[in-house]
């Protein structure tokens, strides 16, 4: 599904460079369960949002379905990112003043789907996660666990092919952070690749593969039976 | 503490550096357009008070009903003053006698100048309190002297002592200068008066002058009264009512004689019905609320984006209110921050304004400058200032210090949807102002344009009038007029007792057949020669013009259509007029000539042949020469003619544009209020607009990463500003219609409120809304959405 070689990030502020990705390679298959772990500062983020395209590299090759994307400019990748790809965020961000549907049912109106076909994919959805009995509430008024659920069926509603989840149980507790984690264990089961970066053993056991990154490498890959 | 108060109110200032910019800039044009406003309002207010009597001066009027209709004017009868001199000593301290304010040529030398100046009895000077340089008030006692203005004396000698000094005046009679007053000041309505010469000489050299001493019935003198101390205008009015009457019973015109005071003279001059209706005021009013106005406008900008910013500074006011500040001491704080604003705003606006009055001074034909010495200015301006910054500090201050501590730390505070509704209503008000002023800006200029538009009836194309005030030009019409034409440079050339831009004369006395005996007819009379025709290029719409070949016509008439309609008759064109006992024949109808008001119906009006009552040669330039070459060549016929004056001349296409200068200036004004009024609102929504886009900048990034396009961002944002101005424009539509139907009705000629004039300001207020919008809206929707992401 992706293939990514010899991929550079550097931050450069007024005194110092930072280098968060240095010539890291990666490949996920279609299907797969990825889960990323490393040490706080070591580049996590910036791969995933690098995967994302909400980000660009300096150097490398990012090849996406067989595609070189490195060059892609804004509009391409924008275009490329909402068909393919959905996002979950540690701190969920959700927007404030739209309700839980009307937040899942955002992706939706940007690709354009019309509203029958909306209505029917964001129910079954929500039905899905569970918060469908919610659905006319705001965020402020949702648990942290049904607020991550809304975001995760937010992630899904157009059904991606890759998911990509930034500690998506950072915020939660356990009881929580099992529900989300078996939510996605269900959406990779039916057919979606999720990279997902988390400090949790625990939850990186829900993975197939678990990849170690320090100081923006790989230096490790655990296969999971 | 109050120092720490301010100290902590500077920082926050510099550490919001553009915030605060947008508000002192908006505040002080605001302050500064209310400043001008207010200067301009003192002008007027303190018109004529340069006259110490200022109070106890009157000009003497009548009222005369003609057809039913009452006029008002400062014509009067010579015999009235000596009467009420002599009958009512009781009631006036002085009534002195005034010619008009006519030009006159004044030579001293080769030194030669057209200066307007009245004849005025001897106490003129004493009673206007003319500020004498040399000389003294009672200089006119000498039937042949002169007291002249600083000015005219600079220009006829120069440095040199002017006492004593001879002028020769209109070329004909020599006076002695007696005294030099200081030039009366623009805000006067006697400013033209740049001489006085003495009544004596007046009877002396004009005879139609001396046989009007006994006419009770020849309106064409200026009467003025100072009255004694105690005497009150009402009273003496009511007292002196029936002078001129009594004199008269038979007087069909019912002259009724009143007082008009010098206080009223330049606020208060147009009567309706004998009654004073209004004037000038009419614009004090209405530039003090459109004063009023920008400035509400730019308050409503401050307390909006401080209750905007007011958000973002709610955890300060938890984190305050938890380490134990009060309530009043964050009102403080908050109200030191906006008086701070304030006092910036106060100095950027003397700048704004000393770098514009001479702008808005030309704008407004006005000479003002800022009243640096005047306390009364600074009092004003300084508590106006302070007043602007609390009112406008009130609002933010007391919703800040409101906030609720433990929710705000928390973090479960929100500013919830109905925050914003006080500041939506006010960005409606906003718009509403501007939008309102957009239109009334366009039905302005509509209006002036439809009357400029209006056919004249004549053609104005290089015709010059040229004054007949020296005895040189009398009684040579045919040598003059061939020795022109010889020139090549004139096309043709007549006389006339008018200009085509004005009728000096109206009378009365005239019968025909089927005259309702019951009906005063008053009409515009103009004596012209055999050549008028010619020259003015009159349009006729039945009959002929005068001619040379019947001796007869010395008694025809034409008339213009406006008194063919009004003497009612099917065929006029050979039937009589009798006009003071001798019949004319009716010769011809012509269309109608705008001479006077381009805003009023035409008067009815009748010409007639008569060489002996000339005021004005009208020349008309030969088209095929340069205006500037032909004017040479006519300039050295009438020198030669007329070798002791200069050679003046007014172009009738400026004449006549002239009376369009009220309304221009009228237009010219409303468009920059308009204008001012649009760039406030903008600041305003511009600074509101950004700070949209920060309260939602996450908002933004996780739609961009739902996949909002910036086009599908910048609709969203621009969205809730679109729909405002929608309101405020539902709003001003009435509210324009309603006053600018009500300013076209003082004029008879006038045009229509069409639809497209709302439309086009609406959209017009709507493209500026969005092109002010958009930047902010583009600019938050182009970042880089990992950015606003990460911050949470
Ligand atoms: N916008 C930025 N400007 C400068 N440096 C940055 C920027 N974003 C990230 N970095 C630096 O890049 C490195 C990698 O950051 P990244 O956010 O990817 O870490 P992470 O692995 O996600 O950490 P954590 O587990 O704490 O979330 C860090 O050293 C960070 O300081
Ligand atoms: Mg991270």
């Known amino acids: 599904m992706l293939k990514i070689t010899d991929l550079e990030k550097i931050y450069r502020t007024e005194d110092i460079e930072t280098v968060a990705l240095n010539k890291l390679s990666l490949e996920v298959k279609k299907g797969e369960f990825v889960a990323i772990m490393g040490p706080s500062g070591c580049g996590k983020s910036t791969l995933l949002n690098i995967i994302g395209m909400l980000d660009d590299a300096e150097k490398g090759s990012f090849m996406f379905n067989g595609e070189e994307i490195i060059h892609f400019n804004e509009r391409r990748r924008a275009d490329l990112r909402k068909r393919n790809i959905g996002f979950v965020f540690q701190s969920f961000n959700l927007i404030d003043e739209l309700t839980v549907y009307e937040n899942v049912e955002l992706p939706l109106l940007y690709l354009g789907v019309d509203a029958a076909e909306r209505k029917q994919k964001v129910e079954a959805v929500l039905e899905k996660v569970q918060i469908m009995h919610r659905r006319n509430h705001f965020p402020q008024q949702l648990s942290g666990g049904q607020q991550q659920r809304c975001a995760v069926a937010r992630a899904v509603v157009n059904t991606p092919k890759l998911i990509l989840a930034d500690e998506p149980t950072g915020n939660l507790d356990s009881t929580n952070g099992n529900e989300v984690m078996q939510l996605l264990t269900e959406l990779n089961e039916a057919g979606t690749t999720v990279i997902m970066v988390t400090h949790s053993e625990h939850d990186a056991r829900f993975a197939h593969r678990i990849i170690r990154l320090l100081d923006g490498k790989v230096v490790m890959e655990n296969i999971l039976g | ?792």
């Open chain 2, 1 to 792: 503490m109050l120092q720490n108060y301010f100290k902590i109110a500077l920082r926050t200032l510099l550490r919001n550096k553009a915030f605060s910019a947008i508000n002192i800039v908006g505040l002080s044009v605001g302050m500064a357009v209310a400043m001008l406003i207010g200067l301009w309002i003192f002008d007027e207010i303190s018109f004529d008070k340069y006259h110490q009597k200022y109070d106890r001066l009157a000009q003497v009027m009548q009222n005369q009903t003609w057809n039913g209709v009452t006029g008002s004017q400062t014509a009067m009868p010579l015999p009235l003053a000596p009467e009420l001199r002599a009958k009512y000593s009781g009631d006036f301290k002085n009534v002195v006698l005034s010619s008009w304010n006519f030009e006159h040529i004044l030579a001293v030398g080769d030194r030669k100048f057209t200066k307007t100046g009245n004849f005025v009895e001897p106490k003129f000077p004493e009673m206007f309190s003319f500020k004498m340089l040399k000389g003294s008030q009672k200089g006119l006692k000498d039937p042949y002297s002169i007291l002249i203005s600083e000015s005219v004396a600079t220009a006829l000698f120069g440095d040199t002592d002017p006492i004593n000094k001879i002028i020769k005046v209109d070329n004909k009679t020599n006076v002695k200068v007696t005294g030099v007053y200081e030039d009366l000041p623009h805000n006067t309505t006697l400013s033209e008066v740049t001489y006085v010469l003495p009544w004596e000489m007046y009877l002396a050299t004009e005879s139609w002058v001396k046989n009007s001493q006994d006419q009770w019935n020849n309106n064409s003198f200026q009467t003025f009264a100072e009255l004694n101390p105690n005497a009150d205008f009402d009273k003496v009015s009511a007292k002196i009512r029936l002078v001129k009457f009594n004199h008269d019973k038979q007087d069909a015109a019912k002259p009724m004689v009143f007082l008009h005071p010098m206080s009223k003279w330049h606020l208060y001059s147009e009567f309706k019905d004998g009654k004073i209706a209004g004037g000038r005021i009419q614009f004090v009013w209405l530039f003090g609320i459109i004063g009023v106005f920008v400035l509400l406008l730019a308050c409503i900008n401050f307390m909006n984006l401080s209750t905007a910013r007011s958000e973002k500074r709610a955890k300060e006011v938890g984190v305050r209110k938890a380490i134990g500040s009060v309530r009043s001491q964050l009102i403080t704080q908050f109200l030191s921050e906006s008086l701070l604003i304030v006092v910036f705003a106060f100095v950027l606006t003397l700048v704004l304004v000393t770098l514009t009055l001479p702008w808005f001074n030309e704008l407004s034909d006005k000479k003002m400058s800022i009243l640096w010495t005047n306390p009364y200015f600074w009092i004003l301006s300084i508590s106006f200032s302070l007043i602007t910054g609390l009112v406008s500090g009130s609002y933010p201050a007391f919703y800040l210090s409101s906030f609720d501590p433990i929710r705000v730390l928390k973090g479960t505070f929100r500013v919830g949807r109905f925050a914003a509704v006080p500041r939506k209503v006010l960005v409606v008000i906003q718009f509403t102002v501007s939008v309102t002023l957009i239109i009334g800006t366009i039905i302005v200029y509509r209006q002036i344009q439809h009357a400029k538009n209006r056919p004249i009836g004549y053609s104005r194309d290089g015709l010059i009038a040229i004054n007949i005030n020296t005895p040189e030009l009398v009684g040579h019409y045919d040598a003059l007029r061939s020795d022109l034409l010889k020139t090549g440079a004139v096309y043709e050339m007549s006389q006339s007792s008018s200009p085509t831009t004005a009728v000096y004369s109206n009378q009365i006395g005239f019968n025909w057949e089927g005259k309702d005996p019951n009906l005063q007819a008053l009409f515009g009379v103009i004596a012209v020669s055999h050549d008028y025709a010619k020259s003015v290029g009159w349009q006729f719409v039945e009959g002929r013009d005068f001619s040379r070949s019947f001796s007869t016509d010395t008694s025809a008439m034409i008339l213009n259509e406006a008194a063919s309609k009004f003497i009612g008759m099917k065929n006029p064109v050979g039937k009589n007029i009798n006009w003071n006992d001798k019949n004319y024949r009716i010769v011809g109808v012509i269309k109608n000539m705008v001479m006077e008001s381009p805003y009023e119906p035409i008067k009815p009006t009748i010409f007639f042949i008569n060489y002996g009552w000339a005021n004005i040669i009208n020349v008309k330039l030969n088209p095929a020469m340069s205006a500037s070459a032909s004017l040479e060549k006519v300039g050295e016929v009438f020198r030669r003619y007329n070798p002791g004056s200069p050679f003046d001349y007014k172009f009738a296409d400026e004449q006549y544009a002239l009376k369009f200068s009220g309304e221009e200036r009228i237009g010219k004004l409303a468009t920059f209020f308009a204008c001012l009024a649009i760039f406030i609102s903008c600041l305003g929504i511009f600074g509101l607009a950004s700070f949209t886009a920060e309260q939602r900048t996450k908002e933004i990034g996780v739609r961009k990463v739902l996949g909002a396009s910036i086009f599908n961002l910048w609709q969203l944002l621009s969205k809730d500003f679109v729909m405002l101005v929608m309101i405020s424009f539902l709003i001003a539509t009435p509210i324009a219609y309603y006053f600018m139907n009500g300013w076209l009705k003082n004029y008879e000629y006038r045009s229509e409120i069409s639809w497209w004039i709302f439309a086009a300001s609406g959209f017009g207020a709507l493209i500026i809304t969005l092109l002010t919008v958009s930047y902010q809206a583009v600019k938050a929707a182009s970042a880089n959405p990992v950015k606003s992401l990460r911050t949470e």
